[in-house]
């Protein structure tokens, strides 16, 4: 294969594996954001905290392997994004650091200070993660302030409405996927609490969600390779769809359904935006000229190919894994067996 055909190909790969992890880790996340208003007492705590435990780790391993994918495959993409992102993505950490840590700890000392302090930990880190990977997509969808002569911007800067907006979208999302999540795995009140909350977080959901998508058409030029190619259309129409059909398994009482239609909304979502990159990875908002394509930020021909063989092997692998550990760990937690995470 060319060097261009497999720039593409692993361009579709890193926009699949990064997606994969939002899919994954959204639960997670999310079930974070809602850790201190769902649990009112310890064997609920212990309930959320096994909804997730088995699972978090695993699912952060596709964090690094997209983290992995972009040094390796896109080696300038990597050393560019890490500069002009390098507080959020610092923040990012640690927030990351935060969300373990606050999961870890939390049942370590029975004083009441401590597991309040950690409590907050989870919740603040599972936020801020949410928060910050919104800010930062939204402002490759936007375009970063960078030119020829480097990047211009701050922080600050990454904080305009659109970018906000993409934030805010993260966080509904996540935490309505998390909220269906708890419903499936879990049993007693807080099952019923989280598929109550579920219902509400679905309206505030597709609200943002659809002032994303009217944010993203009017602020930036992500949709146009779909004004090309209008089939692409099909993308973001299936997103909100999916997002409107997570509403009739809810009134269904099937949870499991409904989580099923808010993760594929996730997943389309992200596909709406890598298909809007596309061939650009690091867009300028200032000089398109400027903007960094695949073609340019791809690494040797070399690289990309064996790179690719080690992908056709390990990345089943890791599917089967996580597979069987969903598998192993599909009964329903009631708040009698619940053991929390130790």
Same mark, same amino acid.
């Given at each position: !294969? ?30 974070? !954001? ?46 560019? !994004? ?23 700890? /939390? @049942?370590? @000392? ?5 597991? +309040? ?13 949410? $928060? ?7 402002? $490759? ?10 990047? @211009? ?6 904080? @305009? %409405? ?12 996540? &935490? ?19 598929? =109550? $909350? ?25 949709? &146009? ?18 997002? $409107?059909?997570?509403?009739?398994? /809810? ?18 979502? /992200? ?9 650009? /990875?690091?867009? +300028? ?21 064996? &790179? ?7 990345? %089943?692998?890791? #599917? ?12 329903? #937690? =009631? ?8």
């Amino acid at each position: !294969m060319s060097h261009d055909t497999l720039a593409v190909i692993w361009f579709g790969l890193w926009g699949v594996i990064w997606t994969v992890y939002f899919v994954l880790d959204a639960y997670g996340l999310g079930t974070g !954001m809602l850790f201190p208003f769902l649990a009112k007492e310890e064997k609920e705590e212990k309930q959320l905290q096994e909804a997730i435990g088995p699972f978090w780790g695993g699912n952060e391993v596709w964090l690094i392997t997209a983290g992995g994918a972009t040094f390796a495959a896109f080696p300038l993409t990597y050393a560019n !994004m890490f500069s002009y992102l390098y507080t959020p993505l610092m923040l990012i950490l640690f927030g990351l650091f935060l969300r373990a840590t606050g999961l870890e700890f /939390m @049942h370590k @000392h029975e004083g009441v200070k401590w597991r +309040s302090f950690w409590r907050r930990m989870f919740f603040a880190g599972s936020l801020a993660v949410a $928060l910050l990977f919104g800010v930062a997509f939204a402002n $490759l969808f936007y375009g970063l302030k960078f030119d020829s002569q480097g990047y @211009h911007g701050t922080l600050v800067s990454l904080l @305009h %409405p659109y970018g906000i907006l993409g934030g805010l979208t993260f966080i509904s999302l996540f &935490m309505l996927s998390a909220s269906l999540w708890i419903s499936v795995k879990t049993e007693g009140e807080i099952q019923r609490r989280a598929f =109550t $909350l579920a219902g509400r977080l679905w309206l505030v959901s597709i609200l943002i969600a659809a002032l994303f998508f009217i944010g993203t058409n009017n602020l930036t030029p992500l949709f &146009m390779n779909f004004v090309n190619e209008p089939v692409l259309w099909a993308v973001p129409a299936l997103c909100i769809l999916t997002l $409107l059909t997570s509403k009739l398994f /809810m009134r269904k009482s099937r949870p499991g359904l409904a989580f099923g239609s808010v993760s594929l909304s996730i997943a389309l979502l /992200m596909a709406t935006g890598f298909i809007g990159l596309f061939p650009n /990875m690091l867009p +300028s908002r200032l000089d398109p000229m400027a903007s960094i394509s695949l073609f340019e930020a791809a690494g040797s021909q070399l690289n990309l190919t064996v &790179m690719l063989y080690v992908a056709i092997v390990l990345v %089943p692998i890791v #599917i089967g894994y996580q597979l069987w550990l969903y598998r192993i760990f599909r009964e329903k #937690i =009631t708040p009698d067996n619940a053991k929390g995470y130790h």
